[in-house]
C-alpha cells in the first residue's frame, strides 16, 4: 500500500550534480524519519543520509558529508538528495526507505520499513 518512487538518476561526468527525489503515496509520514541508500554491484547496501519528517534533523555518511544534502517538502510527501562533486565511487542504485517506527538512532537498512525499487546514478567520464 505504500508507494515510493525515485527519480533524477542518470550519468554525470565526475565533478557533477545531480538531484534526485522520492515521491511518496499510500499513506502519510509525518511521525517518520525517510533516508537515502545507496547499493553498487557485489556490495552491500549502505546508507547514505537520512531527514527527520517532523523535526528535520539530518544525518549524513561520512563519505558523503559535505557533497551530499538531504531535504523535503512536506507538503508534496517529497524527498530530495542534492549531490555535488560526484566520484565515480558514487556509482550505484540509489533508494528511498522509510524507517521503522520506535527505533533510536541507526544507519543500516535493516532499521528501515519500505523501499522504493530505485534510480541508477553512473559517474563516470
Known amino acids: 500500500q505504500v508507494q515510493l518512487v525515485e527519480s533524477g538518476g542518470g550519468l554525470v561526468q565526475p565533478g557533477g550534480s545531480l538531484r534526485l527525489s522520492c515521491a511518496a503515496s499510500g499513506r502519510t509520514f509525518s511521525s517518520r524519519t525517510m533516508g537515502w541508500f545507496r547499493q553498487a554491484p557485489g556490495k552491500e547496501r549502505e546508507f547514505v543520509a537520512s531527514i527527520s519528517w517532523s523535526t528535520s534533523n539530518t544525518y549524513y555518511a561520512d563519505s558523503v558529508k559535505g557533497r551530499i544534502t538531504i531535504s523535503k517538502d512536506n507538503a508534496k510527501n517529497t524527498m530530495y538528495l542534492q549531490m555535488n562533486s560526484l566520484k565515480p565511487e558514487d556509482t550505484a542504485v540509489y533508494y528511498c526507505?522509510?524507517?521503522?517506527?520506535?527505533?533510536?538512532?541507526?544507519?543500516?537498512?535493516?532499521?528501515?520499513?519500505?523501499w522504493g525499487q530505485g534510480t541508477q546514478v553512473t559517474v563516470s567520464s
Open positions: 526507505a522509510v524507517k521503522k517506527l520506535y527505533i533510536g538512532y541507526s544507519n543500516v537498512a535493516g532499521a528501515y520499513e519500505y
